[in-house]
């Protein structure tokens, strides 16, 4: 049988590379630009299915893969990829929210812990040996009870919403669509910053969210709130959250996402009411491995060619989140 064309732009571990040249006739796209134009003119038209991690692909890139039939995304956010175009072009789409969606709640509830409790400073102060001599560490702020407003109950969002009723929170949230949850609905962002103590952003990346957490929902939410970023950088306005942090009109913020990544503003370094991860959330052993699995299995699913795990799947019904 003749195995169907796929496109590699993952960059992924060497053994899923090799299982996916097992299955289908790889063509690895070239780093450069301008070779990678020649390279899609040349070869476009045989490619059936991408294997994506955060090569941005627009329109234009869709034009030049006239049969393509599905993109297999490594991520869970698409904002490097035109979905809209795929769609209007009836190409499938899988990506890896499912997988990933426990490690990247449990990451968003530590940040929030960190940084309503002070950990890391506090990890400092007793490095530094000063315990002995000052005693007492400052008190910090209780996460129970906690009014918590979550932007954006998708899949991540919800799964943060579970391990924060266990905390006590009282739960709300914002997006485009109220949800079949007994949880108060906002459709303005900035009146639920004005009910909340914290924000929490989970919501993609797309026109519509660039910049949604501004001056004025920072303000709304109030000098003693708090925001923990796990969605992407540019969803909250940086240069405004500098600001607010500079004439404490917000208490602190926990980001694993920035605007410039991975960049990161001195002013953010310098603050000790910030606390700072490198896009981590979903960076456990076990989920990234999970993650490449699945770019291999949705392909191999789609193309009804017989996976490296095929038979774990049929045994235990496992799918594969293939929208169209
Ligand atoms: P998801 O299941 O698609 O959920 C996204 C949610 O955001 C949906 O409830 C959606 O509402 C809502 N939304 C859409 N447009 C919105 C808007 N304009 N304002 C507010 N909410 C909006 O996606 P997910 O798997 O939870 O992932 C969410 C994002 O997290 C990803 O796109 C990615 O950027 C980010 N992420 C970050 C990491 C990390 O390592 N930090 C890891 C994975 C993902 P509707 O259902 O009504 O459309």
Redesign the pocket.
């Given at each position: 049988m003749v195995k169907p064309v796929i496109l590699n732009a993952a960059e992924l571990p060497g053994w899923a590379h090799e299982e996916l040249h097992a299955l289908f006739t790889v063509l690895d796209l070239p780093k450069d630009c301008a070779d990678a134009r020649a390279f899609l003119a040349q070869h476009g038209p045989k490619v059936r299915g991408i294997a994506l991690r955060k090569t941005p692909i627009d329109a234009a890139f869709l034009d030049a893969l006239p049969a393509l039939e599905i993109i297999s995304s490594y991520?869970?956010?698409?904002?490097n990829l035109d979905v809209n175009a795929a769609k209007a072009r009836g190409v499938s789409i899988a990506?890896t929210?499912h997988i990933?969606?426990d490690d990247?709640a449990n990451?968003a509830v530590g940040l929030a812990l960190a940084v309503t409790r002070d950990f890391v400073n506090a990890d400092a102060f007793v490095r530094a040996g000063r315990w002995p001599q000052e005693k007492e560490y400052p008190l910090a702020r209780s996460l129970t009870r906690m009014k918590v407003g979550i932007?954006?109950?998708?899949?991540?969002?919800s799964a943060i919403a579970l391990r924060l009723a266990a905390f006590g929170c009282e739960l709300a949230y914002?997006?485009?669509?109220r949800?079949p949850v007994a949880m108060p609905y906002f459709d303005d962002?900035a009146q639920l910053a004005r009910a909340c103590d914290m924000l929490i952003l989970?919501?993609?990346?797309?026109p519509?969210?660039h910049h949604?957490v501004d001056a004025k929902v920072i303000d709304a939410l109030g000098r003693d709130g708090f925001i923990v970023n796990?969605?992407?950088g540019p969803v909250l306005d940086e240069r405004a959250l500098v600001e607010a942090l500079a004439a404490d009109r917000i208490a602190g913020a926990a980001l694993?996402?920035f605007e410039h990544e991975p960049r990161v503003p001195d002013a953010l370094m310098r603050d000790r009411r910030v606390v700072l991860t490198p896009?981590?959330?979903?960076?456990t052993k076990e989920t990234r491995r999970r993650m490449a699995e699945h770019v291999v299995d949705a392909l191999a699913r789609h193309f009804d060619v017989a996976g490296p795990r095929d038979a774990v799947h049929r045994v235990a019904g496992r799918g594969c989140a293939v929208e169209s």
């Open positions: 991520s869970a956010g698409l904002d990506n929210s990933l969606s990247v990451a932007v954006g109950l998708g899949t991540i969002g914002f997006g485009p669509s949800k962002v989970t919501c993609p990346l797309t519509a969210t949604l796990i969605a992407r694993d996402v896009h981590l959330g979903s960076g």
